[in-house]
């Protein structure tokens, strides 16, 4: 049977029925009305489940200066920097389901303006939170018909960080798709009541989980032979070692490039989407200047 997990054997996965994870999993379902993919897998984990559930609950539903459908769009806007279909298809469904516009899912561009004002400290926070200034948040502050308050952009810098954080959650455990999610999409589609649909029917086909599975393989075999050969020959130093790793890792299909933007992708997360090609960019290459950065002990 598939299992919620790529990576994780069904067996070992926390099931409704099973005792140690019993009272977590009974609140993720008290929560959000069913136990989804990744209550399951972060069962493994009780303790830390049950903060995270709580957590979300605050975050969503409980009182605060956003409206509902305005915090799942804000984690549609989050996911989506990471194409992570699985949050934007969820939150989709989550928008519609709390009275959200169907117009909106066309795109960020049918958005109202304040909230597609957030796209530059998404992406910065995405991929280069270093980046960050207080500019960044003045501009956003400004007085005028679309700023926010300070309550207001709290909130969403909260949500922002938390999905992009629960994307690489869910890449790094393999999470799979459910029920209806499976079906030819990545994506939930909107409820029938909802008299809408995202705006593209396109969808990446099934075998997704199954080239990342392929490519996390080739990648480990790479590895296994570096380490090999680091035996063999004595002579080899950390630095060398480092240096191969990151060419066999640049090479890998497990590092996205350019060819990330190409039409497969789905438009139904390509739409909300500004500056698609802004990504990670590393700030620490040796015999470069670094750009300023806040710095802690």
Not at 170 to 180: A, W
Not at 214 to 233: F, G, S, Y
Not at 262 to 291: H, M, V, W
Request: proline share 6%.
């Amino acid at each position: 049977a598939r299992g919620p997990s790529t990576f994780i054997p069904l067996g070992e996965i926390p099931q409704e029925g099973g005792e140690s994870s019993l009272p977590q999993l009974l609140e993720a379902f008290v929560s959000a009305g069913r136990v989804d993919h990744v209550a399951m897998v972060m069962g493994l984990h009780p303790q830390y489940l049950s903060s995270f559930w709580k957590t979300q609950y605050l975050l969503l539903r409980m009182d605060g200066p956003l409206p509902y459908h305005k915090r799942h769009y804000i984690a549609i806007m989050a996911a989506a920097r990471h194409r992570c279909s699985y949050l934007v298809g969820l939150h989709m469904r989550e928008f519609l389901q709390v009275g959200g516009s169907p117009a909106w899912l066309q795109g960020l561009h049918c958005a109202p303006q304040k909230l597609r004002n957030l796209n530059e400290i998404n992406k910065l926070l995405a991929h280069r939170p270093w980046l960050v200034t207080k500019e960044h948040i003045e501009a956003l502050l400004r007085p005028g018909q679309d700023s926010w308050s300070l309550a207001e952009l709290v909130q969403a810098l909260v949500l922002l960080t938390h999905y992009h954080s629960l994307a690489s959650f869910i890449f790094g455990c393999g999470i799979r798709p459910e029920g209806e999610q499976d079906v030819g999409s990545s994506c939930w589609a909107p409820s029938a009541h909802s008299n809408s649909s995202p705006a593209s029917g396109d969808s990446v086909g099934g075998s997704g989980g199954t080239d990342a599975m392929q490519e996390v393989e080739v990648l480990v075999e790479r590895m296994k032979l570096l380490q090999e050969n680091q035996l063999e020959e004595e002579g080899v130093t950390q630095e060398e070692m480092a240096t191969r790793f990151e060419l066999e890792k640049t090479e890998s299909l497990l590092v996205p490039s350019s060819d990330v933007l190409d039409p497969s992708l789905q438009s139904n997360i390509r739409c909300f989407l500004e500056d698609p090609e802004f990504g990670y960019k590393d700030f620490t290459r040796r015999g470069e200047q670094a750009p300023p950065t806040f710095r802690a002990q």
